[in-house]
């Protein structure tokens, strides 16, 4: 977690001088550093030490290369897909109504959304469970019924983001 005496950051890339940090005007610092921080949390343990090693370490590609046993050219690719996931609009606006999510929901945004788990593949190994009406667990048979989550999902999202911005100060 950042500190108060550590600069706040948001991961942009700007094509001229490659991947930079700087601060995105359009949001209060403090609410997206923390939903940046919380996004970047979700990421595989490797992704973020390789992201951390980069940033925070001054790791150059170079270094990592060598590291790693890949090329430069890997790394760099590597470091913009980690940065482009870890500061997805959508991802963060996910992380941001969270805590509206029911626990089924959190599970589902979880693996297919964060992890990335095809829904096929949730409904096959029986990831998801629905209760019963005699308060049984039964494991979810359906792609259409995890559809019918995931769209719950993006509402219960769009919804977190438009009170969001409705409550916004104007500059």
Known sequence: ???????????????????RLRIDKRLSVATHDQALLRSIGT?????????????????????????????RKRVARTIERIISVASDPGRIALLGAWDRLSPDEQRLAYLHLVL???????????????????GGLVPVDSRTTLCRLLRKIGRKVRRHKARARATRPER
């Open 116 to 134: 990335e788990v095809p829904l096929r593949e949730i409904t096959r190994l029986g990831l998801m469970e629905q209760r019963q009406p005699d």
């Open 43 to 71: 990421l595989p343990l490797r992704d973020r030490c390789l992201l951390r090693l980069f940033l925070d370490r001054g790791a150059s590609h170079g270094e990592l290369a060598g590291v790693l046993g890949v090329s």
């Open 1 to 19: 977690m950042a500190t108060k005496h550590e600069p706040t950051i948001l991961l942009r890339r700007e094509k001229a001088t490659g991947t």
